[in-house]
């Protein structure tokens, strides 16, 4: 059965995150090569790692004046009103269903420790073929100035079980 | 750092063996198909398979590296179209295709050590 198209408009969130430096230096690092942890399992920042995503030091002297986040470090709070849309019940999603079929972010500030960010999403698209469900979700997370992060589009396809 | 329409850049990486587990503590993306080679082939996969957004988390990187400040990036694109697996080597490739107006557009390809594209209609933005 296909997702009834009156969910398009539906909302989830505000869930909020706040961002903790070494939660920025350990996705830098699980990214780049190396190991998430500052602990006896980790190795350090992965060679070449650009300084502005692990080196305080570096980063207060830099272009701004802390640390930053890689963007796309964006996706560990903004996923949270995915993640309510996907595990609505009144959507019956199957979740073994369900594959991420295309992302989209548009970056408007940095992300830095500290920052509280409050994301909301609305289901912006609904429509189904080939047997499948194609589900479109707008994300938008704001920092704790008002001020816009992060917008997100996510598309996520449900084959019909 | 100057940039021009044409530039170039390759970004290699492998998916080791902890890879999915490493993005997985750092993400918070847990999900069983990404962890368990069990539940992963259970579920048609053939295996546990790398989350899709740490490939994406691969192209911002190349593109990163090319800029030199993660700070400039305005915006990604990416359609998922291939699992990428433990052991698979994904080999970024970008291109400049346009700059104007402050903002710096390129195209980017991810293709597995077979060729295959893992990611397709891949897109950046920067500002510059």
């Known amino acids: 059965m296909p997702i009834d198209k009156k969910y398009i408009g539906k909302k989830y969130g505000p869930t909020t995150y706040v961002v903790g430096a070494e939660k920025l230096r350990e996705f830098a690092y699980a990214i780049s090569g190396g190991v998430p942890s500052m602990g006896f399992t980790g190795t350090g920042a992965p060679k070449g790692l650009n300084p502005l995503l692990h080196d305080a030091e570096a980063a207060k002297q830099g272009p701004y004046g802390d640390l930053i986040g890689l963007p796309n470090f964006a996706v560990v709070f903004s996923i949270a009103p995915f993640g309510q849309a996907v595990t609505d019940p009144e959507l019956k999603i199957n979740l073994a269903m369900l594959v991420h079929g295309e992302q989209e972010f548009e970056f408007f500030e940095v992300i830095k420790p500290g920052d509280v960010m409050t994301s909301t999403g609305v289901i912006t698209d609904l429509y189904d073929k080939v047997g499948k469900d194609f589900l479109v979700l707008t994300t938008e997370s704001k920092n704790q100035h008002g001020k816009l992060v992060v917008r997100g589009t996510w598309l996520a396809v449900i084959r019909h079980s | ?128």
């Not at chain 2, 899709?52 to 305005?74: H, I, Q």
Request: aromatic letters at 8%.
């Open chain 2, 1 to 128: 750092m100057s940039f021009s329409v044409g530039d170039t850049f390759t970004h290699v990486r492998t998916c080791d063996r902890y890879r999915p587990i490493y993005y997985a503590a750092a993400s918070g993306d847990f999900n069983p198909i990404h962890l368990d080679p069990e539940f992963g082939k259970a579920a048609g996969l053939g295996g546990n398979i790398l989350q899709g957004l740490c490939t994406m988390g691969w192209a911002v990187e190349g593109f990163v590296n090319y800029l030199g400040d993660p700070g400039k990036v305005s915006k990604v694109t990416v359609r998922f179209s291939r699992p990428v697996m433990v052991d698979d080597t994904i080999t970024v490739v970008g291109k400049v295709t346009a700059i104007e107006g402050g903002k710096l557009t390129a195209a980017l390809t991810a293709k597995n050590q077979k060729g295959e594209d893992v990611l397709k209609n891949t897109v950046v933005e920067a500002r510059v």
